[in-house]
């Protein structure tokens, strides 16, 4: 594809218009109450944490949900609803000790017996649960069980040792038993009692979530308002009125008119957010020329070479970037292994020699590619670029871009979304393997591909196993390098994250994209 089309497709985007003077509903910024509002891009799916695949999702639901640890922003392991953690010697039970005093939001006391309830209610298999709490999280360590030793000791069981098994666990969230024994799955999706700093006040679907705070905590704001503010220049219009306190996925376009407003401004930060067209493997697509033509490494190969992602990542997202090599954040990715250029000839060439030649001059066979609406930065345009740069490559692409909550994120977690799919899934710093864990099992909720590579997923017990940090760097660069030939991503970028923040409002964005309004202070 020509620079000048994405040119063309920058210029295009929405510019700014009138500033929006008055909040939907009258709902009042920090500056008069002790309330913040966060304005999101696109609406949560359910508060049943089991069933949260998504960071947008899961952000509020940290809100109203605590966990045993927690992970900071630079990846240090902070006690939560636990005050100390002890690993057995074999690394199999993870045994944890709890503070006094806790209580669930109503009134409950908060045991040892909740925390294993929390755990075994996850991996029961009548809930039928398919978010990242099992399929990522349990499907890695291999949970095998919780016991309450007494009321303040709780003991995890896992079948297989796993060196980051206690940065995983911080995923779970917590609740306590006999509430949520009283819930029908529908009420524990919409209703939620919980064990964080902040209790469900509301939730208008599309329009906003609202959130108390809890009992006693060390938190500056005593409401919460998460708007759902789908346009990126009413977002901005929002927050430059003075109606909202901290906007997220900021479009390039508006960065300069939110700086010079004098009443914001905008942080950003590259995200461990792995941004990929995923080329799915399920059995369903095999019937479509398609999905029968991604089945080949060798096409899946050919199509690295046809994206020019620093130039979408240049006109599209306004940042200079340097294209991912896999699945791992830069700084723990294999050194040996360099982006993939943009040789559209090389993709053309290799895409004949793996069977597909262009018929009659034309095209070489049709897929769809899948996407929702508004969840990532500027990501109707990126992935209409992507739809282009195929096609020039003789791939008949149509593009179906999807509502975000209700429509793409049930086809993620049932695997069904594609053959094409194009999505970010979130990552991070303090580990190598952390980032690998989306695909540490063919089963894994989070291997959307349903990719089943025998070179990469055979290789999880050898890591286990592996006596020292060298020979544990060398099986994950091993790893690395078949992802990277034969893997079922199409490498893009790490997405840039541009929030707006107003000059009210203390608050740091972080690179896991955790947006913790429990972190944010007033100014003055």
């Given at each position: 594809m020509k620079l000048r089309y994405l040119a063309a497709l920058a210029a295009g985007l929405a510019l700014i218009g009138a500033v929006v003077m008055m909040t939907r509903g009258g709902t009042p910024a920090s500056g008069t109450a002790r309330t913040i509002v966060v304005g999101l891009s696109a609406d949560i799916a359910t508060f049943e944490p089991a069933n949260i695949s998504s960071r947008d999702n899961m952000n509020i639901a940290h809100h109203i949900f605590a966990s045993l640890f927690t992970l900071d922003a630079d990846g240090k392991h902070v006690p939560n609803l636990a005050s100390e953690m002890a690993i057995s010697d074999d690394g199999l039970a993870y045994t944890y000790t709890l503070r006094d005093g806790l209580t669930c939001h109503d009134g409950e006391a908060l045991t040892a017996e909740d925390v294993a309830y929390s755990f075994t209610r996850i991996a029961d298999p009548a809930n039928k649960f398919t978010g990242n709490a099992p399929g990522f999280v349990f499907s890695s360590i291999g949970f095998r069980g919780a016991e309450a030793l007494d009321p303040q000791h709780v003991r995890i069981t896992i079948a297989r040792k796993n060196p980051i098994a206690f940065g995983l666990l911080t995923e779970i969230s917590i609740h306590c038993k006999d509430s949520y024994q009283k819930l029908s799955l529908d009420q524990a999706a919409t209703a939620p009692i919980g064990s964080g700093p902040y209790r469900l006040v509301s939730w208008s679907r599309g329009s906003e979530i609202v959130l108390e705070k809890a009992g006693e905590s060390p938190a500056a704001y005593d409401r919460i308002v998460w708007r759902i503010i789908p346009e990126a220049s009413t977002r901005a219009a929002e927050l430059m009125a003075g109606n909202v306190d901290i906007i997220a996925n900021v479009a390039p376009d508006q960065i300069a008119a939110i700086n010079a407003s004098n009443v914001a401004t905008v942080q950003s930060i590259t995200s461990t957010r792995r941004m990929f067209v995923g080329f799915n493997q399920a059995e369903q697509f095999a019937a479509t020329p398609g999905g029968r033509a991604i089945r080949d490494a060798k096409v899946r190969r050919a199509l690295q070479y046809a994206i020019d992602v620093p130039t979408i990542c240049r006109q599209l997202l306004q940042v200079e970037c340097q294209r991912a090599?896999?699945?791992?954040?830069?700084?723990?990715?294999?050194?040996?292994?360099?982006?993939?250029?943009?040789?559209?000839?090389?993709?053309?060439?290799?895409?004949?020699?793996?069977?597909?030649?262009?018929?009659?001059?034309?095209?070489?066979?049709?897929?769809?590619?899948?996407?929702?609406?508004?969840?990532?930065?500027?990501?109707?345009?990126?992935?209409?670029?992507?739809?282009?740069?195929?096609?020039?490559?003789?791939?008949?692409?149509?593009?179906?871009?999807?509502?975000?909550?209700?429509?793409?994120?049930?086809?993620?977690?049932?695997?069904?979304?594609?053959?094409?799919?194009?999505?970010?899934?979130?990552?991070?710093?303090?580990?190598?393997?952390?980032?690998?864990?989306?695909?540490?099992?063919?089963?894994?909720?989070?291997?959307?591909?349903?990719?089943?590579?025998?070179?990469?997923?055979?290789?999880?017990?050898?890591?286990?196993?592996?006596?020292?940090?060298?020979?544990?760097?060398?099986?994950?660069?091993?790893?690395?390098?078949?992802?990277?030939?034969?893997?079922?991503?199409?490498?893009?970028?790490?997405?840039?994250?541009?929030?707006?923040?107003?000059?009210?409002?203390?608050?740091?964005?972080?690179?896991?994209?955790?947006?913790?309004?429990?972190?944010?202070?007033?100014?003055?």
């Open positions: 090599t896999g699945l791992v954040n830069t700084v723990n990715a294999n050194k040996a292994l360099a982006p993939y250029p943009f040789e559209p000839a090389t993709a053309e060439r290799l895409l004949d020699d793996a069977g597909w030649p262009r018929v009659g001059g034309k095209m070489r066979f049709a897929i769809t590619l899948q996407a929702g609406r508004g969840r990532y930065l500027n990501d109707v345009n990126v992935v209409q670029a992507i739809g282009q740069y195929l096609r020039d490559v003789g791939v008949d692409v149509n593009v179906e871009l999807l509502e975000w909550a209700s429509v793409f994120q049930p086809l993620l977690r049932t695997r069904t979304a594609g053959p094409l799919f194009f999505m970010g899934t979130g990552g991070g710093l303090w580990s190598p393997i952390y980032d690998m864990n989306d695909l540490a099992r063919v089963d894994s909720g989070t291997n959307y591909a349903n990719w089943s590579d025998e070179r990469w997923f055979s290789r999880w017990d050898d890591l286990t196993a592996a006596a020292t940090p060298d020979d544990t760097r060398r099986i994950i660069d091993e790893m690395l390098q078949v992802f990277y030939d034969d893997g079922p991503w199409l490498h893009l970028y790490f997405q840039p994250d541009f929030y707006g923040v107003s000059s009210r409002v203390e608050w740091k964005a972080r690179p896991d994209e955790r947006i913790y309004a429990y972190d944010a202070r007033p100014k003055g």
